[in-house]
């Protein structure tokens, strides 16, 4: 089999490979535990840093992400998390 020159076809072809790989059990076993290791990070940032008017660090759950400027909030972090957003992106946010 001869390799792929055009990009564009290149590129699609990654994506069907990883389409596949996600449809198959070991594959959603996988994504499972990446997502699951990315929002226990979130849960423990959340834990760390508490509530910044309370000081409350008991459960993540009761903790939210908030800015002191909302017109600066570009979205959600935990929305954000379970759609793969970058993590650098989830970071800054």
Same mark, same amino acid.
């Given at each position: 089999?001869?390799?792929?020159?055009?990009?564009?076809?290149?590129? %699609?072809? +990654?994506?069907?490979?990883?389409?596949?790989?996600?449809?198959?059990?070991? !594959?959603? %076993?996988?994504?499972? $535990?990446?997502?699951?290791?990315?929002?226990?990070?979130? $849960?423990?940032?959340?834990?760390?840093? !508490?509530?910044?008017?309370? !000081?409350?660090?008991?459960?993540?759950?009761?903790?939210?992400?908030?800015?002191?400027?909302?017109?600066?909030?570009?979205? $959600?972090?935990?929305?954000?998390?379970?759609? +793969?957003?970058?993590?650098?992106?989830?970071?800054?946010?």
């Amino acid at each position: 089999m001869s390799p792929i020159v055009d990009p564009e076809r290149r590129r %699609e072809s +990654g994506r069907n490979a990883a389409r596949r790989y996600a449809a198959t059990p070991h !594959g959603r %076993e996988k994504i499972r $535990q990446y997502r699951r290791r990315r929002i226990e990070a979130v $849960q423990a940032i959340k834990i760390e840093c !508490g509530c910044i008017d309370c !000081g409350y660090r008991e459960h993540p759950a009761a903790l939210h992400f908030d800015h002191r400027d909302p017109d600066t909030k570009q979205f $959600q972090v935990m929305k954000a998390i379970a759609a +793969g957003r970058a993590w650098d992106d989830v970071m800054a946010e």
